[in-house]
């Protein structure tokens, strides 16, 4: 077992520290950052992964029971079929003055399993992606305003809604993010809206129906949204003749290949895809019905490294595996699983936990006032039995049983130590983080 001084003295905490110096917000993501799971003591840095497993800068492996690269890794870390079609694109050139092949094969990939849509732009990111896929809308319509649910990354666009209201995006996710820099000139171009108050929404955009130029959303996050409200959706859009704009950024994949909306008879004018699309690798798509996706040439949106040739070998090779694989069927009795061992352990333990999440994208929290303190604690007594665990669990195919089981022995003996602890002994070192926090330099 390792120790808490171990943790605490691991070369990941100690390069973290030079990081915050160097780097402001430490690390390129807020959910990467080690204040999110337990600040001083999550190990911040690996040195190699594979499967499900992670080593720090020590060598010291963990089985990663948590974000699995924030669910970018659907099959899992270094996998060997998705690999060696990467290093063979590698060494027959990832960039040249003609572009590779593949971006078209990907491309008819995707249109086959949406075949409600026609054509296909890149990104290599999810949030440069909604970027892209909310200005072929606004070219498409000639309007601005944006009617949204969820979270949709760090663009302007986006940050825009907390202009006009800082409480904005409160709901949307992630809470406390500030919009400074955001051009005060965009305040009331994104307006958020409740996707299961279809009403209000339509209350919102009385009068101003002709501004509207797309409706985004999430399909699926904390629940799948139920098909009535989508097609609810789909004809407020249709109406108004907005953009319905799906970002399927963490929905796909996790339930089916390709969008979550292929299991509805909801069809959007455009879907958004990166993470999971290519297991890791950089990559993102927007795919549309041709008539909003020709607005693209209306515009200029072009980028150099949308031409590499990683992105859509890496995604090609990923959707094979997940088909081959049957990866879906995985990776829900994985998450279900999962659900059932947090269920067990509180049960055993007396701790009252709420669980939440679809099935493959479960999460936990305790039900006490000390929850964020406990949910540290948690990770801490993790951390040192071997798991990266958290309170969210993002399953792969590379999961296995074994696996599951070492986790559920675990997590029965985590709670029980949870359970026995007075809150003065709850925690030595200080508190995760819930939301996005300015970091001090240190
Ligand atoms: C639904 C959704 N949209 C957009 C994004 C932003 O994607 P990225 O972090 O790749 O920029 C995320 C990332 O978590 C997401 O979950």
Known sequence: ??????????????????????????????????????????????????????????????????????????????????????TEAIQRG?????????????????????????????????????????????????????????????NDWYLAANLADEAGLDGQLMPGLEPN??????????????????????????????????IVIEPARGAEASEECLSKLRDIASEIGAVLLFDEITSGYRMCAGGIHRRYEVYPDIAVFAKSMANGYAMAAIVGTEEVMQAAQTTFISSTNWTDRIGPVAALATLDRYQRANAQDHLIDSGEQMKQIWRDAAATSGLEISISGLPTLPGFGFEHEAAMELGTRFTIEMLRRGFLGFRQFKPALAHGQAELDAYRAAAKDVFAVLAGLSEADLLETPVAHSGFHRLTKE
């Not at 590779?100 to 054509?119: G, K, Y």
């Not at 919102?204 to 501004?211: D, P, V, Y």
Request: glycine content about 10%; some cysteine.
């Open 181 to 214: 820099g955001v051009p005060r000139g965009l305040t009331g171009t994104a307006i958020p809206f409740d996707v299961n108050d279809i009403e209000s929404l339509r209350q919102t955009i009385k009068g101003k129906e002709r501004e509207i130029a797309a």
């Open 94 to 154: 990832v960039m040249s003055s003609l572009n590779c092949p593949e971006e078209v094969e990907l491309a008819e990939a995707l249109i086959e399993l949406h075949p409600w849509f026609d054509m296909v732009r890149y990104a290599r990111s999810g949030g440069e992606a909604m970027g892209l896929a909310v200005r072929i809308a606004r070219a498409y319509t000639k309007r601005d305003v944006v009617l949204f649910s969820g979270y949709h990354g760090w």
């Open 1 to 86: 077992m390792n120790t808490l001084s171990e943790l605490m003295g691991s070369k990941g905490v100690e390069l973290y520290r030079r990081a915050k110096a160097l780097m402001p917000g430490g690390t390129q993501l807020l959910s990467k950052r080690p204040e999110m799971f337990a600040p001083e003591v999550w190990p911040s840095y690996y040195s190699r992964a594979k499967g499900c497993r992670v080593w720090d800068l020590d060598d010291r492996e963990f089985i990663d029971m948590s974000i699995m690269g924030i669910g970018a890794c659907i099959i899992g870390y270094a996998d060997d079929e998705i690999d060696a079609a990467v």
